[in-house]
């Protein structure tokens, strides 16, 4: 209990859950398990819990430098399917661990749940944060970006940019999209990815380091 672990923190709220019809929440909810199961399977140290329904809150501790890129895979995952969802990520430690993750505690979490907290005040879908005011400026600033990014994707351009985030070539996208990889390239630049794509190196080459 008393062992501080550095960690990555993401908590989410789904976006006008209470408005679906019992069949997209139904579709919904598949999302959500195919893809808790799916990523908790690739990052070994990701621990993740849905509570009241619509929230959900992941930590990642040897892997956190993945946080920014799972939350974008969700955000993609969520988007191409027509749902939404706010994330805010908090970068920081764990001092508190309990059976469960929403009720373990540190800074990281700290960090992570006022800034969701303000992202249902702003409107915004994404946020970033940390342990200390310098790093907290800085992703404030991408976080920015990325709402730009993420509120303006079509369904279409998140597909694309969910595959993109998982590796994938294009040519290999559009082999799943059955469209011409040129297609594709369109969709990923109309879709901002080389600047989500930068903000993402910058993010996996400064967590370790902090």
Same mark, same amino acid.
């Given at each position: 209990?008393? &062992?501080?672990?550095?960690?990555?923190?993401?908590?989410?709220?789904?976006?006008?859950?209470?408005? /679906?019809?019992?069949?997209?929440?139904?579709?919904?909810?598949? /999302?959500?398990?195919?893809?808790?199961? &799916?990523?908790?399977?690739?990052?070994?140290?990701?621990?993740?819990?849905?509570?009241?329904?619509?929230?959900?809150?992941?930590?990642?501790?040897?892997?956190?430098?993945? #946080?920014?890129?799972?939350?974008?895979?969700?955000?993609?995952?969520?988007?191409?399917?027509?749902?939404?969802?706010?994330?805010?990520?908090?970068?920081?430690?764990?001092?508190?661990?309990?059976?469960?993750?929403?009720?373990?505690?540190?800074?990281?979490?700290?960090?992570?749940?006022?800034?969701?907290?303000?992202?249902?005040?702003?409107?915004?879908?994404?946020?970033?944060?940390?342990?200390?005011? *310098?790093?907290?400026?800085?992703?404030?600033?991408?976080?920015?970006?990325? &709402?730009?990014?993420? *509120?303006?994707?079509?369904?279409?351009?998140? *597909?694309? !940019?969910?595959?993109?985030?998982?590796?994938?070539?294009?040519?290999?996208?559009?082999?799943?999209?059955?469209?011409?990889?040129?297609? !594709?390239?369109?969709?990923?630049? #109309?879709?901002?990815?080389?600047? !989500?794509?930068?903000?993402? &190196?910058?993010?996996?080459?400064?967590?370790?380091?902090?």
């Amino acid at each position: 209990m008393a &062992n501080i672990s550095k960690a990555s923190v993401i908590s989410g709220d789904i976006i006008g859950s209470s408005q /679906l019809k019992q069949a997209s929440r139904k579709k919904l909810q598949q /999302l959500l398990d195919d893809f808790l199961k &799916n990523t908790t399977a690739e990052w070994s140290d990701m621990q993740a819990q849905q509570y009241r329904g619509d929230s959900i809150q992941i930590t990642l501790t040897s892997n956190r430098l993945a #946080a920014l890129r799972i939350a974008l895979l969700l955000q993609t995952c969520l988007i191409k399917d027509n749902y939404k969802i706010r994330l805010a990520i908090g970068v920081g430690d764990i001092s508190f661990k309990s059976g469960q993750v929403v009720t373990s505690d540190g800074s990281a979490f700290q960090a992570s749940g006022p800034y969701l907290d303000a992202l249902t005040k702003s409107g915004d879908i994404i946020s970033i944060a940390g342990f200390d005011e *310098e790093f907290t400026s800085e992703w404030q600033v991408h976080s920015t970006s990325l &709402n730009f990014i993420l *509120e303006r994707l079509t369904q279409q351009q998140a *597909e694309a !940019v969910y595959l993109q985030l998982q590796d994938h070539t294009q040519s290999s996208i559009a082999k799943k999209l059955k469209i011409k990889q040129p297609s !594709v390239h369109q969709r990923l630049q #109309a879709a901002g990815w080389p600047v !989500v794509q930068k903000i993402l &190196n910058r993010f996996e080459s400064v967590i370790p380091t902090v």
